[in-house]
């Protein structure tokens, strides 16, 4: 099946730095990702989706200053989050969408995210 | 506006039993898809089976089968000779047919498999 692979898994910053994750289709061309948050025992919010170059169009509620999305290629896409905060803490997962299989979308491993 | 109900907060099955999982959405578009995921305690999301809408057959992948309902809007999951290695959240999911459509999910229903 397809791949998505996402970096890193997991990550430790302290309050008011910023992180990057990176979402990659391995084996095929993206023009749309999606990114969602996953509070514990809970379901995937959907925070972003990210069109290839073109801006990110976010859901309501979700700070675009603060949550930014670039995707550059087909095959990338990266969600920055500014200025973290303790609250910010979550698991990240990245989604892309493969046209040629019918819109099939395919997840990332996610990504933990933990601001001290 | 799309909706997913997954009322199965928690499912026990014995290992090498069938199980199914709950789903009914909501919907008025004419054209749309189904998905169902596995999340295990890894977090990744696997992408297990998929429907449309206007399938005449109901999909099957393995040992994953999805009994579509289109006129009661339910799209059960049914996992025949449950393994261990099956103990996971599902989750439901659909999307409106078009390329800046979405996925919406459900709550998810975690299965355990016991002996």
């Known amino acids: 099946g397809a791949v998505v692979s996402q970096h890193p898994s997991w990550v430790i910053c302290k309050s008011g730095t910023s992180v990057k994750i990176e979402c990659r289709s391995l084996?095929?061309?993206?023009?749309?990702m999606f990114w969602y948050r996953q509070f514990p025992k809970q379901s995937l919010m959907l925070m972003a989706t990210?069109?290839?170059?073109?801006?990110?169009?976010?859901e309501q509620g979700v700070e675009k200053d603060k949550f930014l999305i670039n995707h550059a290629s087909l095959t990338l896409s990266t969600l920055t989050v500014t200025s973290a905060h303790p609250e910010d803490s979550s698991f990240y997962i990245c989604?892309?969408?493969?046209?040629?299989?019918?819109?099939?979308?395919?997840f990332g491993p996610g990504t933990r995210l933990t601001v001290t | 506006a799309q909706k997913i109900t997954q009322t199965q907060p928690g499912m026990f099955v014995q290992e090498k039993e069938a199980v199914t999982l709950d789903c009914t959405y909501d919907?008025?578009?004419?054209?749309?898809?189904l998905f169902w995921y596995k999340q295990p305690s890894s977090g990744e999301m696997i992408f297990l089976i998929y429907q449309g809408s206007y399938d005449q057959q109901n999909a099957t992948e393995g040992r994953y089968s999805l009994n579509f309902q289109k006129a009661r809007k339910s799209a059960n999951l049914v996992i025949s000779a449950s393994q261990l290695g099956d103990s996971a959240m599902y989750f439901c999911a659909m999307r409106r047919t078009g390329t800046a459509s979405k996925l919406t999910f459900g709550t998810g229903t975690r299965l355990q498999v016991t002996l």
């Open positions: 989604s892309a969408r493969d046209d040629s299989r019918h819109g099939k979308q395919y």
């Open positions: 084996d095929f061309q993206a023009t749309t």
């Open positions: 990210s069109n290839e170059g073109s801006k990110a169009t976010y």
């Open positions: 919907t008025s578009d004419p054209s749309y898809g």
